[in-house]
């Protein structure tokens, strides 16, 4: 099993920016990659950025250029600096970690473990 407690969250306003962190704990060996979802109100989750454990890197359309996934495995923490925040930004914000090495990043289901989540909310 794998604990993830994400934090970070906040209240800014656009243009301004927010690291969200992600640490994980328990059966860490198991993962393969981990990812960023958000869920914004009304709205399906959607993929924000993923990393594998090689160090491969994937973003969403929209984040590309202003977001950024990184990891410190040293201290089992994936993070992700979000710059330029515009309010189609706010949302739930959401860790998962997989342990198939074959998942696919924009594949929710693909996922094995999910955090609480996180919320971000991007005043206009």
């Known amino acids: 099993q794998v604990q993830l407690v994400e934090s970070g969250g906040g209240l800014v306003q656009a243009g301004g920016s927010l690291r969200l962190s992600c640490a994980a704990s328990g059966s860490i060996f198991s993962i393969n990659g981990m990812g960023w979802y958000r869920q914004a109100p009304g709205k399906q989750r959607e993929l924000v950025a993923g990393?594998?454990?090689?160090?491969?890197?994937n973003y969403a359309d929209s984040v590309k250029g202003r977001f950024t996934i990184s990891r410190d495995n040293a201290k089992n923490t994936v993070y992700l600096q979000m710059n330029s925040l515009k309010p189609e930004d706010t949302a739930d914000y959401y860790c998962?970690?997989?342990?198939?090495?074959?998942?696919?990043?924009?594949?929710?289901?693909?996922?094995?473990?999910w955090g609480q989540g996180t919320q971000v909310t991007v005043s206009s």
């Open positions: 990393i594998r454990s090689g160090g491969n890197l």
């Open positions: 998962a970690a997989a342990d198939h090495v074959t998942f696919r990043y924009a594949e929710y289901n693909d996922y094995n473990y």
